[in-house]
């Protein structure tokens, strides 16, 4: 392979996709694959990873990828993730942090504990597994790091305050790690989706008046598509990629752009 192909592939590279049975983190494992490198999954639901992993198992057969179910917003099923990963003898050279959560609300509506949850799902397991990789991610040298935000972490939408609060600090996380952890050849990008056609987003979009106006927020006037959002995260993993650093891509049709 010629050092120009070799800048638009990931062959030899292990990645670490969280969220990967359905929707964007699956797309973001599947792309990964395409793209050459070992692909690790973790999701919570057991059925629907090995399902998941199966079909991609079937559709890259030379490099199939593996699969563990944990619940990452629990502190021990990180660190048995992590067991399990350097029992693979698999150093990690990616990490898609693709895990989140939601419970819509009004914002005196929350209890104490969905709060917490919330938090915990969409901030502070990435957090934590931003650290846990970081010793395979520095001995690599040439590593990066994308966290799966959203438009709320930039603007006001109707998800509720923690989750828009979560992205927000998870934007600011990718950050402060790109100028952290730019000496030892770390790079930390997030990108931010606005609606993306997954089985969460299903309900909402089913209703016609609601679609419209996300719509007539929309420049591009349609609801955006799993792959499409995978393809700006093997982007910002490829070395072709390799002088971006706390980037925070908007994957919107426009929405983050529009005016009046």
Not at 64 to 80: T, Y
Not at 192 to 197: D, E, F, L, Q, V
Request: glycine share 8%; proline share 5%.
């Amino acid at each position: 392979m010629d050092q120009h192909t070799a800048r638009w592939r990931l062959d030899g590279r292990t990645a670490l996709v969280t969220g990967a049975s359905r929707g964007i983190g699956y797309a973001c494992a599947r792309e990964l694959a395409a793209l050459g490198a070992e692909v690790l999954m973790v999701a919570r639901d057991e059925a629907h990873l090995e399902h998941a992993r199966a079909e991609l198992a079937e559709e890259f057969p030379a490099r199939p990828p593996r699969a563990f179910a944990a619940d990452l917003a629990q502190h021990e099923a990180r660190l048995e993730l992590f067991d399990w990963i350097a029992d693979l003898d698999a150093p990690l050279s990616l990490l898609v942090n693709n895990v989140g959560a939601n419970v819509s609300k009004a914002t005196m509506e929350y209890a104490e504990d969905e709060l917490r949850d919330l938090l915990e799902a969409n901030l502070v397991s990435a957090f934590a597994l931003c650290r846990l990789a970081y010793p395979s991610l520095r001995e690599h040298g040439a590593a990066a790091i994308v966290n799966i935000g959203s438009v709320s972490g930039a603007t006001h939408v109707r998800t509720g305050a923690p989750y828009g609060l979560g992205k927000a600090a998870l934007h600011q996380l990718t950050r402060n790690l790109a100028c952290e952890w730019a000496v030892d050849g770390i790079r930390v990008n997030a990108v931010a989706p606005w609606y993306i056609r997954t089985r969460r987003t299903e309900p909402a979009l089913a209703d016609p008046d609601y679609l419209e106006e996300v719509l007539d927020r929309t420049p591009m006037r349609r609801i955006g598509e799993p792959d499409e959002v995978a393809a700006a995260v093997a982007f910002l993993c490829l070395s072709a990629a390799g002088y971006i650093t706390g980037a925070v891509l908007p994957v919107d049709g426009g929405f983050l752009q529009y005016g009046f």
